[in-house]
């Protein structure tokens, strides 16, 4: 009897039809069977056959089909969930036994800026060490982008379980270059309405937060230009555009080689820097020996 039931279960399992679980999944996930079958590397065709396939075997629908867009039918809601666990599950176990290259990820703005510029220390000091970078400043999935470190605000939520480690408290003030300021007469805060306000379009509150920080609600800041990222706001205001609010961190080369002037210095903002480690690979000596060294480089 007991061997009659283990034949039987292990016959269940050969037929596991995971390639239409791994196309359900995706699609449950992602909301559109385009998006899952751009993400799987195969036809739309392809995906919705593995769907209806496997909704012909259960006799449920999996899937609500919308004009644009599915939804998970209640069944397939259940079904999904417990499938994106087992996938990461799946994935993670073959991280521990195939590690990959050591791949950091953070913003294009600290990676140029902030990284870049230090990188051949840390590859003279670490020579093999397998280096890839990742440029994303927003949530990460470290198993499905296969992701070891990620630098990021504390302003963006971390996923569970994700070890996190803080790097520096931020602090914010205002730049523009020696030439503007002299032109436009930048001496107070009030004078800053004189000015052309620069903003950037991942931080769209920074003024009316620092304003607030400098008990300055009263004074009225309206932005002229808006700029995707916050390196083009600082070769915007290096290049005597108006003025930018930035990190500090991000402007010191600028300030030190006098490209840039901070008119009313730093102010400690309400966010830190910090970096998140993949739970599965915290304890890589290659990913510890970069996390050591960015934290180090972030104090100096």
Known sequence: MTSEKVSDASSGLHRLPLSSLRAYEATARLGTMSAAATELFVTHGAISRHIHSLEEQFGVPLLVRHARSVSPTPEGAALASKLTEAFR??????????????????????????????????????????????????EVDFIQDQISLAIRSSMKRPPQGVVIEPLLHEQIGPVCHRDYQSHVGISTIESLAQARILETATRPNAWKEWMTLMNCEDIRLTPHERYEHFYLVIEAAVSQLGVALVPRYLVEKEIESGQLVAPFGFIDSPYSLDLWIAPHERFRDDVRKLADWIRKEMLN
Request: with cysteine.
């Open 89 to 138: 599950l799946m994935r993670e176990a073959i991280a521990h036994l195939e590690p990959g290259p050591v791949t950091l990820s953070c913003s294009a703005t600290i990676m140029t800026k902030w990284l870049i510029p230090r990188l051949g220390a840390f590859k003279r000091t670490y020579p093999d060490t397998e280096l890839r970078l990742n440029i994303n400043h927003d």
